[in-house]
């Protein structure tokens, strides 16, 4: 029977909140076990540092404990700890040596000089530096630096090594040597590892355990495999490399759909029916001539990567239609006789809507407004002039107060602007539209503003109760630096493009069909932790 590993690190709810109120950890637990390489791996600002921290002694927790061999450690000095840590920028002491950099802890514990001789040597002989020993530490290189770094802090015999960055200084090629270095390090120490990286790769290539972080949060734990071919979420399938995350629905056990057909693939314990994620690889995708692909498209794009083609396959364009934007910057008018000020704005209306018309809702249609020039208070739009008829067209809409301060705006009576896609069986619908300079300039979310003021949807052509989202907003204009003038808005469904990690080479344009087996596929529950 194998024998069982031993829990040395237990994070139990950890919090940790600074005195601005940010909440940098937001109870994190998590067990670590004997002469294990683990590699805290996120984006900056995830909170990778500050838990590393914590287990150092260089910060308190808020709240939570942290267990060493099964004693809470929150109050032992670093000193005390059996931890070491090794950080970006080495914190080597330029006046020594590589023997008396090495040797400095071993010194200050007051050891006898033959066994600090001992220890000192062997650890050159670890980080491939014998013979460096009377170097000043100024004439090294970067790597060697680095390992000279590692030397000193494993010289103590620690449990435990934290690793904070420690290759983020390094070039491309000193980092890939170093991280095969390091793992080789830690496999003949045989103490635990725990390795601090915004990089995935690194993280990839060491690890015999990887915990995804996010938000103050652990998103996933698991082997390198693990965490690179069954993501649990979106947020780890995007940021441990290269993905294709689409839409789909589970039918049953082992049978998936996305893009309106099914496939086999090996996910269970779902839902009947449940929305759902599928996750493929780039390199689980294969190119192939368009009659024997299991999805077909058109290539987008290639890049030559030495190896493989980067390439881009577009299965779906999406539904997508195309509005003019007339932006006005149109100034009140003043009645200074009667101490008023009136403003409008022209709009557009639907063929079939100019036949529902009512005061009320032109002035809407119109943002019109009266107010005292004065106080500022709002004054009452006494009359509204129009005439406007179910016919494309233009036409004069005037406002006016009980004072006789009046404005005249012109609308415009066009044909419903739809698009229809018999291919995806959908319909998408958007008007053309008036703003103002300050309405563009002041919107917090432009996109969803656009939408609105565009009156744009889309729906099934299967079932109309069905709305489809619309997913793009496109235009060719700096909002912040908007001027009067027309601009064009596109408003487009949900579109499909696969990354393929191709060995041979596709022509731009080219139609091609895609192929994978059904292990390629992975299937993720949607609204995972983010």
Same mark, same amino acid.
């Given at each position: ?286 190119i192939v001539p368009r009659d024997q692909g299991m999805l077909k498209g058109v290539v987008k794009s290639q890049l030559f990567k030495g190896m493989h083609y980067d390439t881009v396959v577009e299965t779906r364009a999406g539904t997508s239609i195309t509005v003019k934007m007339q932006v006005s910057q149109d100034k009140p008018v003043i009645n200074a006789e009667a101490g008023e000020k009136i403003s409008a704005s022209g709009f557009l209306l639907d063929v &079939?809507?100019?036949?529902?018309? @009512? #005061?009320? $809702?032109?002035? +809407?249609? %119109? =943002? /019109?407004?009266?107010?005292?020039? !004065? ?66 300039? &002041?919107?917090?979310?432009?996109? @969803? #503003?656009? $939408?609105?003021? +565009?009156? %744009? =949807? /889309?729906?099934?052509?299967?079932? !109309? ?66």
């Amino acid at each position: 029977m194998a024998e069982e590993v031993k829990k040395l690190i237990q994070f139990k709810n950890i919090v940790k909140s600074f005195e601005d109120g940010q909440v940098v950890l937001k109870g994190v637990s998590l067990d670590i076990y004997e002469n294990e390489f683990v590699t805290l791996l996120g984006p900056s600002g995830c909170g990778k540092t500050t838990l590393l921290r914590i287990l150092g002694g260089f910060l308190q927790p808020t709240e939570g404990k942290v267990l060493f061999d099964g004693e809470d450690i929150v109050n032992v000095p670093p000193y005390k700890r059996e931890i070491n840590t090794v950080f970006q920028k080495y914190a080597l002491f330029p006046h020594m040596n590589v023997y008396d950099n090495i040797a400095f802890g071993l010194t200050i514990k007051k050891e006898p000089k033959d066994v600090i001789e001992q220890k000192v040597l062997r650890m050159l002989r670890l980080v491939n530096l014998e013979g460096y020993a009377k170097r000043n530490v100024t004439e090294l290189s970067g790597g060697q630096q680095q390992r000279i770094a590692i030397a000193r802090a494993l010289v103590n015999e620690p449990s435990v090594l934290l690793l904070d960055e420690p290759l983020g200084a390094l070039d491309l090629k000193l980092r890939k040597e170093m991280q095969h270095e390091l793992k080789s390090i830690q496999q003949e120490v045989g103490i635990t590892f725990i390795f601090v990286t915004h990089d995935q790769e690194e993280a990839l290539t060491m690890s015999d355990k990887i915990v995804v972080m996010n938000a103050g949060e652990i998103q996933q734990i698991g082997t390198p495999t693990e965490i690179y071919r069954r993501p649990v979420n979106e947020f780890v399938a995007n940021f441990i490399g290269e993905t294709n995350i689409i839409d789909g629905v589970m039918l049953e056990d082992d049978l998936v759909v996305f893009e309106d057909k099914r496939f086999p693939c090996s996910a269970r314990g779902f839902e009947k029916n449940e929305k759902v994620d599928v996750v493929i690889r780039p390199e689980h995708l294969d190119i192939v001539p368009r009659d024997q692909g299991m999805l077909k498209g058109v290539v987008k794009s290639q890049l030559f990567k030495g190896m493989h083609y980067d390439t881009v396959v577009e299965t779906r364009a999406g539904t997508s239609i195309t509005v003019k934007m007339q932006v006005s910057q149109d100034k009140p008018v003043i009645n200074a006789e009667a101490g008023e000020k009136i403003s409008a704005s022209g709009f557009l209306l639907d063929v &079939e809507d100019a036949g529902e018309l @009512t #005061d009320a $809702k032109v002035i +809407a249609l %119109a =943002s /019109a407004e009266a107010w005292d020039a !004065e106080t500022e208070e709002s004054v009452s739009i006494k009359t509204v002039e129009y005439d406007i008829r179910p016919e494309t067209g233009e036409y004069s809409v005037t406002f006016s107060t009980a004072a006789g301060t009046s404005i005249t705006v012109r609308a415009l009576v066009v044909q419903e602007n739809r698009v229809e896609s018999t291919v995806y069986q959908e319909e998408i619908y958007a008007m053309n539209f008036f703003k103002k300079v300050e309405d563009i300039q &002041e919107s917090i979310a432009l996109d @969803t #503003d656009l $939408k609105m003021w +565009a009156t %744009a =949807s /889309a729906w099934s052509l299967e079932d !109309e109760n069905e709305q489809v989202e619309i997913t793009d907003v496109k235009y060719d204009f700096d909002p912040e630096t908007i001027t009067p003038g027309v601009y064009e808005v596109t408003f487009a469904t949900e579109g499909y493009e696969y990354k393929v990690s191709a060995t041979r080479a596709a022509e731009e344009g080219s139609e091609v069909g895609l192929i994978f087996r059904p292990e390629d596929i992975h299937v993720m529950r949607k609204g995972g932790r983010r």
